[in-house]
């Protein structure tokens, strides 16, 4: 077994946080009448993807009929079709849709986490239940060796990671920061609640990804003109 194996097997096995447990738990079992018949996952993730990648993706967490019910992060649900669609079209996926876990989806270049990953009540953790969560992602980072950037979605999963990298970073859409040998970038998660308001529109958000596929196909050594000092 890999380190990142055996990572993923104590993820799927962690009860740190009670409230969170017992929500997925109680999701799996209450269901919804369009899934009454699927089998729930009803754990907690991990990430998946390219153990060789240059590029992370960093979410808040599963949705509790998406990720939570099928078994894999932003799969299932709203949010992940946008974020696989993206992908896909900038040559990060091998297809434009992500509905199950055993759908052959095969990720290049690309490593999809979450900072935190059980589904939370009304997608809002606790600072504890996100701190329980962070020393995943710290190892997880540790052993994807050749990550280049890290695309944030959402101002939870930036600040985080700001404040895993004892950072000073603003949040905005589109801002990028170089960090050490690396980039990170922060995005307004897909989600319903930005998407169908029209908070994040298709332009923006497929130029993020735009952007990240001409850095890495030129080594990752483009320096953008809006890209800003990292404040320690």
């Known amino acids: ?51 060789n990648a240059r590029l992370l993706i960093i979410g808040l967490a599963p949705a509790a009929h998406g990720g939570n019910r099928t078994g894999r992060m932003f799969t299932g649900d709203s949010s992940g079709d946008w974020l696989i669609k993206a992908l896909y079209q ?7 849709e992500s509905v199950d876990r055993y759908d052959g989806l095969i990720l290049n270049d690309a490593y999809i986490t979450a900072v935190v990953r059980c589904a939370p009540p009304q997608n809002k953790p606790t600072r504890d239940e996100i701190m329980n969560c962070s020393k995943y992602l ?38 990028e920061y170089e960090f050490s040998d690396k980039m990170i970038i922060a995005s307004y998660h897909p989600s319903r609640q930005n998407t169908q308001t029209r908070r ?4 923006s958000w497929i130029s993020i990804f735009l952007r990240i596929r001409s850095i890495l196909d030129q080594n990752g050594n483009v320096i953008s003109s809006n890209s800003a000092s990292i404040v320690k």
């Open 1 to 51: 077994m890999s380190s990142l194996d055996a990572l993923n097997k104590r993820i799927i096995e962690c009860k740190e946080c009670p409230r969170l447990i017992k929500y997925i738990d109680n999701i799996s079992k209450r269901k919804i009448k369009r899934y009454k018949e699927y089998q729930y996952w009803g754990k907690p993730l991990h990430g998946f993807g390219d153990n």
């Open 90 to 96: 900038t040559g990060f996926a091998n297809k434009d």
């Open 138 to 175: 710290i190892e997880e980072m540790s052993l994807l060796p050749n990550i280049k950037i890290i695309l944030t979605l959402g101002s939870i999963a930036f600040n985080t990671f700001a404040k895993l990298n004892n950072l000073r970073l603003k949040f905005r859409h589109g801002l």
């Open 200 to 203: 994040l529109k298709w332009d």
